[in-house]
């Protein structure tokens, strides 16, 4: 009986360990881009506890763009899924007068646009040629 029932589960237990790669690339709930009409407070010094154990990464503390505010996320210590993933730090970028927020994330997470973003991007931004244009004009 009982190996009736494994060979029964061992065909769905194979296939959610091998789909694991790909849920990989769903985007994640708060791994969106976000559009803020402020610029991020300065970041706050915090003390990096001891490692727990081999394979941890430090991440450190960030301003995490939600709703109409900036939140203080502290950091910690985290380890990656994937031996190869490395973890890219959390991006404002200063566009035309805002601050674009992309979040911290891992290399083999997807960061999308929010809805905040896309209306904005599209009620601001023409296209690539305006997007160039500001740029441009930035560098000078």
């Known amino acids: 009986m009982f190996s009736k029932i494994l060979k029964s ?6 296939a959610a360990i091998f789909s694991i790669p790909a849920a990989a690339q769903i985007p994640v709930p708060n791994l969106e881009i976000h559009i ?19 394979g941890y990464v430090w991440i450190g503390g960030a301003w995490d763009w939600q709703g109409d505010r900036w939140e203080w996320v502290p950091g910690r210590w985290d380890r990656p899924a994937e031996r190869d993933v490395i973890w890219v730090k959390p991006r404002y970028i200063r566009d035309s007068g805002y601050y674009r927020y992309e ?25 690539d040629r305006d997007r160039d244009r500001d740029r441009d004009r930035d560098n000078r």
């Open 36 to 54: 803020s009409h402020s610029h991020p407070p300065r970041l706050r010094h915090e003390r990096i506890p001891p490692r727990p154990a081999d």
């Open 9 to 14: 589960i061992a065909p769905v237990f194979a």
């Open 103 to 127: 979040p911290g994330h891992w290399s083999n997470q997807r960061v999308v646009e929010g809805e905040d973003y896309r209306g904005w991007r599209e009620k601001h931004h023409h296209g």
